[in-house]
């Protein structure tokens, strides 16, 4: 894992205040709701390092889709609808409750393949979408006649693409959705499923026993989080966000950043903290368990393809660095923050813990932005070719996974022929990276791989001085 870990039970205290009152959702805002008909891949391509950028044009040889109904069931009232779906997930999970550990698990099979997110995503040209409205004129229409998650409905399960997820997808409903799919599929395995809530939790009134997203985060076997990249400037060394000053970024003055490049930055949305926090307990658990972190745009790829692909941003993640402050992460419905805020002060420390946590994701962002592979391979795919590439492309890769944390790469690279204490990319070792990055595991891992002692001097001149 990376820097600090808080041992605490703060996550769990958040579901059981929650509990206490209105428990609240990424709700949308209230616009016109076009009825469109919903398209579905049909299958999960089988490659294992499939290319990561997306076509936004048709293809003949694309999978055929289905159509879903948009059409509700006539006479029904919004309240009676509201009571069905309660009855519903009653009846399916014993409880109403949000983030009941028999609804999180029915959840955490609704994962669908990064494939079918880059097939949904080109079908519907939605790249360029905010999250809220893909959610408002795709995935509401599709299932208004049933009220049902997306990833329940007939067509979407007839693709094969469902199943239990590998990894959890935590991002902004205000930053763009195809920012999103394309950080999911950098240098990734399409095969790999992830959990998105758009498709995997009901987004209709009465969907209480889908809230309390968290609670599906220990199904996983990693954990990704999204932010998207605004205009950065330099001030006397300091990155700076929209026209803050570089002493208001170094006094986290989040409330002078635009609003609308607030609910861009994930982890300054409440329900995105309370997320990490449960991946933070999951890492203290499984020292598998992989956190990454994507910071940067989509953008058209660099390619004669025409589609579009991942573009990280390193000033981003200096700019973030500075600025970061989870105590005052916002939400939607002001309540629901200064509930999951009360519950995570509730262990002494934890937002110190948590803002050196979420520090070592941005540096780890960062340590891997040229490297993608890394995080993928932190993720369980099987994407780096260690027998076939460089002795330079290795140990560039023993620096990403250095500097991001990754001890059960870096171990694998170092059986690979990793050098820590060689020059890398960027002019500094993986040692060095590991250090700066506070990775204090990796770097035991790598000083126990590194000569028992330092070089013999150079011998003296005969004026006496040395070289």
């Not at 004129?137 to 979407?156: C, G, H, M, S, Y």
Request: proline content about 5%; glycine content about 6%.
């Amino acid at each position: 894992g990376v820097g600090p870990r808080p041992q605490n039970k703060s996550s769990r205290a958040v579901a059981r205040r929650l509990r206490m009152g209105n428990c609240g959702s990424r709700e949308v805002p209230a616009v016109a709701v076009s009825e469109r008909t919903a398209l579905a891949p049909s299958r999960p391509k089988t490659s294992a390092n499939a290319s990561t950028r997306a076509r936004s044009s048709s293809s003949s040889s694309r999978a055929s889709v289905g159509k879903v109904a948009a059409a509700g069931e006539p006479g029904r009232s919004e309240e009676e609808w509201r009571e069905v779906i309660r009855a519903e997930d009653l009846a399916a999970f014993g409880s109403n409750e949000p983030g009941s550990a028999a609804a999180a698990a029915h959840s955490a099979q609704l994962g669908v393949t990064i494939e079918y997110l880059l097939e949904f995503t080109r079908e519907h040209n939605c790249w360029h979408f905010p999250t809220w409205k893909v959610v408002t004129d795709i995935i509401k229409p599709a299932t208004r006649a049933r009220r049902q998650r997306f990833a329940e409905l007939d067509a979407v399960q007839a693709t094969g693409a469902v199943g239990r997820a590998d990894t959890f997808a935590s991002h902004c409903w205000g930053a763009l959705w195809g920012l999103l799919v394309a950080s999911l599929a950098d240098q990734a395995d399409v095969r790999r499923r992830v959990w998105v809530d758009v498709f995997a939790v009901r987004q209709w009134a009465g969907n209480e026993a889908d809230h309390a997203y968290d609670a599906v985060v220990p199904h996983c076997t990693s954990f990704a989080i999204c932010c998207q990249a605004s205009p950065t400037k330099q001030i006397q060394g300091v990155n700076c966000l929209a026209s803050l000053s570089n002493s208001e970024m170094l006094a986290h003055r989040i409330d002078l950043v635009p609003e609308r490049i607030r609910t861009q930055i994930a982890f300054l949305r409440a329900w995105s903290l309370l997320e990490i926090m449960r991946a933070v307990e999951a890492e203290a658990r499984d020292k598998r368990f992989a956190v990454v972190m994507k910071v940067g745009n989509v953008a058209a790829s660099k390619d004669s393809s025409g589609g579009y692909a991942f573009q990280s941003n390193s000033d981003m993640t200096k700019a973030l660095q500075n600025l970061i402050d989870v105590r005052q992460a916002e939400a939607r419905d002001p309540a629901d923050a200064v509930r999951i805020l009360a519950a995570a002060a509730d262990s002494d420390g934890s937002f110190e813990l948590l803002n050196d946590r979420v520090r070592s994701c941005i540096t780890g962002a960062r340590a891997c932005s040229s490297f993608p592979e890394i995080q993928a391979a932190a993720c369980g795919d099987e994407v780096l070719d260690l027998t076939g590439s460089s002795q330079k492309k290795v140990n560039d890769w023993l620096k990403a996974a250095s500097g991001a944390g990754y001890p059960w790469i870096a171990q694998k690279l170092l059986e690979h022929g990793g050098q820590p204490n060689t020059i890398c990319t960027g002019n500094v070792t993986p040692l060095m990276s590991a250090v700066m990055s506070g990775n204090l595991e990796v770097a035991e891992m790598l000083l126990a791989k590194c000569p028992d002692r330092l070089p013999p001097p150079h011998p003296p001149r005969d004026d006496r001085t040395t070289p």
